[in-house]
């Protein structure tokens, strides 16, 4: 049922003075005064926007009670009103009792209120965006114009008839419906790894997953490689380097796509015939999805990536996939100016988790281990206390670990190109540690065949069973713990069963492999 706005906005109001749960309601929903605005021709003042500030004032103050005919009087009375105004507020008041209003109707005169409140929004934003513009400066009204666009997608954000409440007593409907929804969900985007993708379904919408290594550790590596994966499955692929070129960028992406070797293409060395043939097969991959890198150095924010994500959706389709490498690069313009650095990083790691979900994409990125940390840990016999590797180990590590829906940890080995991947945090599943072969010559990270998967795990000491079940054969939630020990090992207990691995292969700054750092 679609009304005018003054319609819209005197059933809202009587429902807003009828019952203290429609009040509830619409403060769950963030409806307040600004949402009223409706003037009569030829005057100045809303009158539904002032008799709202009233009730949801008087309701904060009177810890839950409506407003009524004789508080309204006596507030007007206080404010020294003049009796044109009060005798305006009171036929107000008489012609929204008056009303007849169904209980049943308030969450979608709610959601229309909100979006029409959304339009006022937008309409401001194109003539007060321009003004700012010629009057101030560009920079000025873009931010003044992504403010209005956050403005607008909070007004928006609650689709109407969204069920909030579940009795489980009453649930067989909802289940068998929301069963069959759950079942129509698109796949995720597989990383590439059977084993990770059969245990976690791949990377979803509102997913963070982190990846935690050291210095030269592989990190970026194995973003490029996820994210290849997901443009080989047809899907859009934003991607954000705080550190590299774009003209790096694009040599490791060739080398990975074509099979060339990066220090060829680094070193220009390639024949004439050899470089026309890779423009090629560059030319060749115009249609189909996108691959985006984007570099900054100057604004490396989740502001900027947001912005981005907006341009893209625009010109050239929503991205399926976002990667930012790394957090360690990025700042937030609302950090303030005395934040150290840790808090810098907990505050933009955040924002991606708020455009994951704003934008219902999944978000992949890493952050650098810190050595300083890792030595700190070792020396902590003395202390009696255990520290815990993954949430101590990174800048901002423990809010990480809370916030992300999954993180992983390198473990490199520069001798055989083999690393050993933990998942330090699985949300929803659990995944064991697996062996990967790294070839930074190729910018390529490939899962071992079975038969290898079972000779370097058996080599490296880790556990080659699947998750521990109880007596009766039933699974049950692992319990995890991780410490440093003496001997200069991390080690890592899953249940009843153990693995370590060196902390000071965790240490390195350069894998001296000839080809460019992981």
Same mark, same amino acid.
């Given at each position: ?168 007593? *009453?649930?067989? /409907?909802?289940?068998? #419906? &929301?069963?069959?929804?759950? @079942?129509?969900? !698109? ?5 590439? =790894? ?108 989740? *502001?900027?990536? /947001?912005?981005?994500? #907006? &341009?893209?959706?625009?010109? @050239?389709?929503? !991205? ?5 490498? =790394? ?192």
């Amino acid at each position: 049922m679609k009304l005018s706005r003054e319609e819209l906005e005197m059933q809202v109001l009587k429902h807003l003075t009828s019952d203290q749960k429609s009040v509830i309601r619409a403060t769950a929903l963030s409806i307040n005064a600004e949402h009223f605005s409706y003037k009569e021709e030829g005057s100045k003042i809303s009158y539904t926007n002032n008799l709202a500030k009233v009730i949801f004032k008087y309701f904060e103050e009177s810890d839950g009670s409506l407003l009524t005919e004789l508080v309204l009087e006596n507030r007007m009375i206080a404010q020294g009103l003049s009796d044109v105004h009060k005798g305006r507020f009171l036929t107000l008041w008489a012609e929204i009792q008056d009303l007849d209003i169904d209980s049943n109707e308030l969450h979608d005169l709610l959601m229309q209120l909100k979006q029409k409140r959304a339009i006022s929004i937008w309409q401001d934003m194109i003539t007060s965006g321009h003004k700012i513009m010629t009057e101030t400066s560009l920079q000025e009204a873009v931010s003044y114009v992504n403010d209005s666009i956050k403005d607008i997608e909070t007004e928006l954000s609650n689709e109407p008839g969204e069920k909030r409440t579940l009795d489980i007593a *009453e649930s067989y /409907d909802f289940f068998k #419906r &929301e069963y069959e929804k759950q @079942k129509m969900r !698109p796949p995720g985007i597989l990383s590439g =790894y059977d084993e990770m993708d059969r245990r976690t379904s791949g990377f979803r919408g509102s997913q963070v997953t982190v990846v935690l290594g050291p210095s030269g550790g592989g990190k970026s590596l194995q973003l490029l490689n996820w994210a290849y994966n997901a443009h080989k499955q047809g899907k859009n692929v934003l991607y954000f380097s705080f550190e590299l070129s774009l003209w790096d960028c694009l040599l490791r992406h060739m080398s990975l796509a074509f099979d060339v070797p990066f220090q060829e293409l680094k070193r220009t060395g390639l024949m004439d015939e050899e470089v026309i043939s890779l423009a090629e097969k560059l030319k060749g991959m115009q249609d189909g999805p996108y691959f985006e890198y984007d570099f900054t150095d100057s604004d490396p924010t989740p *502001e900027y990536v /947001d912005m981005r994500i #907006r &341009e893209l959706t625009l010109t @050239k389709g929503k !991205p399926d996939i976002v990667i930012a490498d =790394y957090i360690g690069e990025m700042r937030t313009r609302t950090a303030p100016k005395t934040a150290k650095s840790w808090e810098l990083h907990e505050l933009a790691f955040d924002g991606l988790v708020k455009i994951a979900r704003r934008h219902n994409l999944p978000v992949l990125t890493a952050q650098q281990l810190n050595r300083d940390t890792i030595k700190d840990s070792r020396k902590s016999k003395d202390s009696g206390k255990s520290h815990t590797y993954d949430q101590s180990a990174a800048s901002g590590g423990q809010h990480i670990m809370h916030q992300a829906h999954y993180v992983f940890v390198l473990e490199p080995d520069k001798e055989t190109g083999i690393a050993v991947v933990h998942m330090a945090k699985g949300r929803d599943a659990w995944v064991p540690p697996y062996c990967v072969r790294v070839a930074p010559e190729f910018n390529k990270i490939q899962e071992l065949t079975p038969d290898e998967q079972i000779e370097m795990r058996a080599m490296k000491g880790l556990s080659q069973s699947e998750k521990p079940k109880t007596d009766d054969s039933r699974e049950n939630t692992a319990t995890r713990t991780q410490s440093y020990e003496d001997d200069g090992k991390l080690n890592v207990s899953i249940n009843d069963e153990s693995f370590s691995f060196n902390v000071d292969d965790l240490t390195i700054d350069d894998l001296s492999l000839g080809a460019p750092e992981w």
